[in-house]
């Protein structure tokens, strides 16, 4: 993502017509071990007014974040149904134009992953996790 959530949204809303599906390639650090892919299926739902507040403040000073971007988008209602997270766990986060070794041994997958994502019915593919506005933390 090389926009915040704000510009994104605006993108979004200026559509002609919007998207039927949105995938999206992220690298969120969750304890996992470096290199796991984890399918996400966003399905919606919003935090108290508060949280959101909170997180549109966040982004119009500059603040990027996958978890306020899906708030965000929710809360002006860009999303389309179909909503997915292709997630890579980064490992640590260094300066530089390469991944870690772990990253780079499943760069393959992921690329499969999407391309099967953006191509065929979303339920060919394995289970995905669902992801909950009302449930993300900030």
């Known amino acids: 993502m090389n926009w915040g959530p704000i510009a994104i949204v605006q993108q979004f809303q200026s559509l002609p017509e919007p998207f039927d599906r949105v995938i999206f390639l992220t690298a969120r650090a969750c304890g996992r071990l470096v290199g796991t892919i984890t399918l996400r299926h966003w399905v919606g739902g919003l935090p108290d007014e508060e949280n959101i507040q909170s997180r549109i403040s966040e982004a119009v000073t500059g603040v990027i974040s996958t978890d306020n971007l899906l708030i965000i988008g929710e809360h002006f209602k860009i999303w389309p149904e179909e909503v997915f997270l292709v997630d890579v766990e980064p ?34 593919l394995p289970d995905f996790e669902e992801m909950k506005g009302n449930e993300l933390l900030i």
């Open 91 to 124: 490992g640590k986060e260094e300066m530089g134009e390469t991944f870690t070794p772990e990253v780079e041994a499943v760069l393959d997958d992921v690329l499969e992953i999407i391309h099967e994502l953006a191509v065929n019915n979303s339920s060919a």
